[in-house]
């Protein structure tokens, strides 16, 4: 597969996930993050993180399989098709809530839950922990842009025709252009209930 592929790959990667999120108005956007955590949450973390490389991990194997069979704009219909049951698959198998989201939404399914909204519109550059109710975590990961991410999330003039006309014909709304290497194109959220509250 050629490098442009794989680096379309990379940036599909970042680009689709549904919202799972819990509803809870109590999760309102102005959650703290906390500065220390305690040893129950650091295990709450170390399987957030867990969740979210799993899905990482299988989005892009997926992605990458169909970018060595078909062309680059052909595949997003692939990650907008798959996104969600990796999603959700991830999420049985790891018991957290996990998806993607952005302050420059290329799919408006992606929309944060209510307490990484702040976060997300002040555009931090490091995780963020935060208490949710009944003893759960949510983590806050950023999505940071590699070079070859740019071909579908770059400059707009930049961005090859055939992905330009296959991302304006899936995405009518997409707001995910104009980043450059180095930015934060987006985050991954994961919520982690009480394990122990869960089990009884």
């Not at 071909?151 to 055939?162: K, L, M, R, V």
Request: aromatic share 6%; proline share 4%.
């Amino acid at each position: 597969m050629s490098f442009l592929g794989i680096g379309l790959a990379v940036a599909f990667v970042g680009c689709y996930a549904d919202k799972q999120a819990t509803s809870d108005k109590s999760q309102q956007s102005a959650a703290k993050p906390l500065s220390v955590l305690s040893e129950k949450q650091k295990n709450q973390k170390k399987k957030a993180v867990a969740a979210k490389d799993k899905f990482l991990a299988s989005l892009l194997g997926e992605l990458i399989e169909s970018m060595s069979e078909n062309s680059p704009a052909e595949s997003i219909n692939v990650c907008k098709s798959r996104a969600l049951e990796i999603a959700k698959s991830v999420s049985e198998e790891t018991g957290v809530r996990i998806g993607r989201t952005s302050f420059q939404l290329r799919n408006d399914k992606n929309k944060a839950p209510q307490w990484a909204t702040s976060f997300v519109s002040d555009r931090i550059e490091d995780p963020v922990d935060v208490e949710l109710p009944n003893d759960g975590l949510g983590v806050l990961l950023p999505i940071r842009m590699k070079a070859t991410c740019t071909h579908c999330h770059g400059d707009a003039e930049q961005i090859s025709p055939d992905v330009k006309i296959a991302l304006a014909t899936t995405y009518p709304n997409d707001h995910a252009t104009g980043f450059s290497e180095g930015d934060i194109r987006g985050y991954f959220w994961v919520e982690v209930d009480d394990q122990e509250k869960a089990i009884k």
